[in-house]
């Protein structure tokens, strides 16, 4: 609901193992890591901070997919369109930061 | 020496029961007291825009002057402490109006306990950066109240200068097409203090930007004189409450570029924590100019290639539309209204 | 700033919209709630409305847990707070809400000691320095939150802390959105889901509203382009007439929800039998209390509170605009008597809460000639 934001956790006191100084663009502050007991964070793991609590571990690999589903946006779309023969203009925009990725469709090639 | 006629007092408009701390704020609570309350008893009927100098005419001989109080607390921060934001932001003020300050009188309310030291340090400050000003403290006074009140200390500080050649400001000049520049990152200062407190318990590396605008000022000056229409300091309530001002002043549209508006990193990241708009956020190193856009280029060039200018930009331009209004737009075509702040910018969680 | 400016990126904004606009066609209009202030206030900081087709409409749901809190509890807290050893500590969103007697910012002006925090674990911390008061820490939030609040208060049983205690307004989110499918008035195709509420409870919560209520639900992020994602997924499951949950936001919410967070919530607290929420009226099974094994802990047990329920002004429309029935320019008194000045509700000073929002974005860009010039 509320405010909360990714940080990397930069260290994790010895002596305790539920709190963690995390930084945001070099705003840094004590958290709890007391929710995430059941799987706990180690330095240089990035968390979602809520009122100074660590709520969840961000997953990069999550992360690149969604950039990865966003990039393609349009194209499968568009490519489905060109396939089923309604000729509609495909993408313009040029996505050639985009590198190579695998298309869904299987046998339409996409950039 | 003919007198200048003093106006009447009119009635006030004011209507809130008792004072609070957003009407210190800076933002639409201030205005509202100091519109509906001090300028009617003080300024009559019609003041016209209210700015924080005034240009007096002496006999002939216009006289800048400016009074300021400094409240800050804590009194020591990352980059500066409040003696020296004294002396800054009272040439800053007269900076601001397009003049050049000459001298200054200061004034120190202190807290009855306050360690000596604590006070050397500060005059130490104030007299550091008057010379690195370029201003003199010609005179000042002291008063001691009991414990417990004045916060330690609080420092008025009044500011007389010349107003420089060259430059004419009024708000009723600005003109759609006039591009508006800011001379570095904004959230510097309130930022440092809001972690300096210590209450949200956040560590940053960040410091206060206080720093006198006259050299930069007068670069702008010699370079574009004749084209810039308005500046001003944006302290308490950041750039957003100035430029709302101004907007209303010249019932204009400010026209921001999100893109375009200088802020560091670390200000970001602590804003997004917090919830907080940097455009809210104080700011005491810093000024916003109005400037024509046969000027533009000539100003820019002229304040990037000052010392301390490198980071200056221009952030937006004056538009008809959205009149009275300061409106922020990013790059994909959103975009949002700022307003005024209203209260204190407090930290969200939500 | 990493996992933020990713999905902020322009170029996959603009192209994102574009796909928007591809699928949603101009035929049909499209309603779609977005339940979690938090996504409100996205929209307006982002000005995705500028970049939405006209046959999107989003409205707000009543996700704003400041927004929601009847203004008798407001008072309740502060009451207890005239005690001079007391410490009123709360979140910067609670400081201007109005009571009956004044915002906690106005009793703070007249001598209450009143204190920001960013964490409940700060207001903990506060009744650490100062042994010889209490320390009373107003708690609000949805599920996002109440964990932490579960947290601080273990932790301060475990130490022995006995100058501490919680006022609880936590609330939970499934009835809310049970109470807005249940209004006669209500006509929504789809839901943007809770983010962050999510993180704790997981996606399962919201099944019944697939399955039994036949509406598409996206638990959403709140960047620009997680927003604009679960549109597009949103109008994808539309389009082919399915409706089922699916989670855009899994690079952090887990579709199990955080078990730790949810068992501290449970050592803790309790359901309340039902809990008054301004604008919805009373709904059961609502909110939570403190249980019983946290007793000394509980601000309602160990101080007298007047209880007394204090109804909104009879011309404030604040529950109809909670509901989504009202757009807040529709309320009486929008922009009149209430503004962000001079709230009469919360829904005006809350930064999340849609008068605000709309006080400041909307009302004055319809007076506005075309935007299209812009950007």
Redesign the interface.
Known sequence: MCLAIPGRIIEIPPDSQDSALVEVVGVRRKIDLGLLQDDPPVSGDWVLIHVGFAMSKISEQDAADQMSTLRMLGEIDGAMQEVQGYGVEGEKEDVSDAGTYESEMPGVKVN | MPATAIPESAPIRFRDPQIEMAHGAGGKASRKLVEGLFAPLLFGAAPGPLGDAAHVDMNGTKVAITTDAFVVSPLRFPGGSIGELAVNGTVNDLAVSGARAEALVVSYVLEAGTPTPILEAEIRAMAKAARDAGVRIVAGDTKVVEHGKADQMYITATGIGRPLPGVALDPGSVRVGDRILLSGPIGDHGITILLARGELDFEADLRSDTRPVLPLVEALVRAAGPGIRWMRDPTRGGAATSLNELARDCGLGMVLFEDQIPIRDTVRGACELLGLDPLHIANEGQFLAVVSPEYADAAMNALSLAPGGSEAQVIGEVREQPAGTVLVTTRYGGSRIVDMLVGDPLPRIC | ????D?FRE??????????IR??AGTERHYRMMEV???HTHAI????????LPENIELIHGP????CVLPMGRIDDGLSIAQDPDVIFAA???M??VPGTQGSP??H???GMDV????????AL?LARLNPHKHVMFFA??????A??TA?TMM?AKAEGIRNFSVFCNHVT?IPAIRAILDSPDMRLDAFIG????S??IGCRPYEWIAKNERKPIVVSGFE??DML?SI?MLLRQLKAGEAKVEN?Y?????WEG????LK?MSEVFQLRPYFEWRGLGFISQSALSVNHKYAEFDAEQRFSVPGIRVTDPMAAQCGEVLKGVLKPHQCKLFGRECT??HPIGALMV???GSCAAYH??EH??A???S?SS??
Do not use: W
């Open positions: 700033m990493r996992f933020v990713e322009p170029q996959l904004i603009s192209k994102t919209a574009e796909e591809r699928i979690c202030g938090g307006y900081r982002f000005g995705l409305k500028d970049i996700g704003c847990p400041v979140f910067g969103d400081m201007r910012l106005e703070k002006a007249r204190r920001i925090v960013y964490s409940p674990s700060d911390k609000i939030g949805f599920e996002t939150t964990p932490s947290l932790r989110i809770p983010g962050h509420v993180t704790v620009p382009l994602q597009v855009q899994k690079r952090v919410v887990p955080n078990l730790a967070a501290a962000p000045e809350s930064s999340e400041n974005y004055r860009k007076a506005m000639v935007l812009i950007a």
